[in-house]
């Protein structure tokens, strides 16, 4: 039994909905408790919606549902990370997930 939590997550895809869909009804990452049929719906409808201008109506409609009626949900930190890299050093690159494979990186006039 709580009043408030925290829960982090990292969008894993370039959609809108990787955040979304967290909070329907029957995903296992939404544990607060909170169940809205019309919000299920509106994900429902996105995911099945190509026409991108449409889909970001239904997900502005769902997020005010989420967010500003229902406040099941106050998102308020941005985790990001620095990579500082020499001009020297070449072909680095750092993903947003996993680790970082120095297979292909080298340095080049130092």
Known sequence: ???IASQAWSGD???PNTFFDL??????MNRTGWKSSEYDELIKKASE???LGERAKIFAEAEKIL???????????????NTYVRKYVKNYFSPTFGTVDL???YTEGR
């Open 13 to 15: 895809y370039n959609d």
């Open 49 to 51: 919606t190509l026409d």
């Open 103 to 105: 297979k292909h990186t």
């Open 1 to 3: 039994d709580y009043e």
């Open 23 to 28: 909070w329907t009804s029957n995903s296992g």
């Open 67 to 81: 967010v500003y009626e229902d406040a099941a949900i106050s998102p308020g930190v941005w985790r990001f990370k």
